[in-house]
Every structure is written in C-alpha cells, then in structure tokens.
C-alpha cells in the first residue's frame, strides 16, 4: 500500500494562476480532507469528503474547490492563487473520519 | 481560538527522560488523538483514546483524559533522539453525520542524544 500520495512536493505559483494539487489514496478510505498548516496556526481544515460526489467545506473553504470522482482521489484546486495561500497542504484519509487519519507528506506551495 | 492547545510549545529535554506534553479542548468530544510530525513530513497518528476512557498506553506513549477538565496529556517514557518531532492533539465530535477534527498548534520536543 502506498498510503495518501500528494503530488507535487513543492509549488511556486504566481499571484493570480491556478494550479491543481493532487491527493490519491489506496485504502479504500471513504473519508478525505485537506489541511493548510501555517506557521503558529496548528492544521485548518479546508475542505473534506465522506465519500465519492459528496464534498463540504471546513474551516477555511475560500480560495478553493474540490471534486470527488472516485473513492481514490481528492484533487484541490486554487482557483486564483494569492500571498495569502502560501502554507503547506497536507492531504489525509480515514476510514470513517473520527478514526485516526493517515496523512500525505505534504505540498509546500508558495505564491508570489 | 484553538480547539487543542498544547502546552508547553516547545520542550527540551535530555534522552532518557520523561517528556510530557498536555492538551486542553474546550467543547465536548467523542475523541481525541495524538499525532507526531516530524521535521518536512506528514503527521503520523500514534494514539486515539475515547472520552470514556481516562487512559491509555501503547508501547512508550501513555495518554491520559480527564473530561471533566477537558484535558489530555502525553507522557513519552526513557525519550530517545528520534523522538524529536511536533507533537499535535487533535480532537473529534461527531455531529450530523460530520466528524469535525480540530487540531491544536502543537508542542515541539527535542531529545537531546
């Protein structure tokens, strides 16, 4: 099992592109969220998935979308890319959400 | 504010000792759990306990919930070099069929070798 795979590693966007972060996971998990991890600000949810074609948002939603095709991948959108954006992103699964999460390594996107 | 606040932020301690990193929540919970993040990586879940448990142990880990104070800690016992991570809380309601995950900022703890 390759667990939650992000990809890519690393972004460098400009203000105002859009870019798609990737989130795949192999253990049929039907839960899925993303986090933002800012410095002295712990992990925010921004948007999560009890399963496929049902999403809803979290804590911080604005400035992002997501899709839920397949119980396998759980793509995040920036939909117009701002300074405001720059974090690490973390991508998890769970099998019921309340269980412990399984978690990717992580996208680190900066935007200038 | 936080959900999960850990206390202290960082800690520094020598390899062998006892480290121990607490966390308070102020809403009712179904859970809470314990993650270790190392340096560039993902978070890694070490420990769940139940809110009517009041301790649990799994190898070097012992935590403990206190409810009535909403409160948690995490004892890590003879602390080894690799210990050295972030340590998170993260606590989980269940509510509307959502279970809402909420994560503290963290305590850092470095092992000295």
């Known amino acids: 099992n390759a667990g939650v795979t992000q990809t890519p590693k690393f972004q460098v966007l400009k203000t105002g592109q859009s870019m798609t972060l990737q989130c795949a996971q192999d253990?049929?998990?039907?839960?899925m969220s993303w986090y933002r991890q800012d410095p002295g600000m712990g992990l925010r949810l921004i948007h999560y998935s009890v399963g496929a074609g049902i999403t809803d948002q979290g804590e911080v939603p604005n400035g992002y979308n997501v899709s839920r095709s397949t119980t396998e991948d759980f793509p995040l959108r920036l939909l117009s890319a701002a300074p405001s954006q720059t974090s690490v992103y973390f991508c998890a699964s769970s099998y019921n959400g309340g269980e412990g999460n399984t978690f990717g390594s992580g996208t680190r996107l900066t935007v200038v | 504010s936080q959900q999960g606040e850990e206390d202290p932020q960082a800690l520094s301690i020598q390899e062998g000792e006892n480290a121990t990193m607490n966390c308070s929540y102020k809403?009712?919970?179904?859970?809470l759990q314990w993650y270790r993040q190392n340096s560039g990586r993902g978070l890694v879940h070490l420990i769940l306990i139940r809110s009517n448990e009041r301790e649990k142990h799994s190898g070097r880990l012992r935590v403990t919930l206190d409810t009535s104070k909403k409160s948690s800690s995490l004892l890590i016992t003879a602390s080894r070099a690799a210990d050295t991570a972030s340590y998170f809380c993260?606590?989980?309601?269940?509510?509307?069929?959502?279970?809402?995950?909420?994560f503290g900022i963290g305590t850092k703890l470095q092992v000295i070798p």
């Open positions: 809403t009712s919970i179904n859970n």
């Open positions: 993260a606590t989980v309601l269940f509510s509307g069929g959502y279970q809402k995950v909420t």
């Open positions: 253990m049929n998990h039907e839960y």
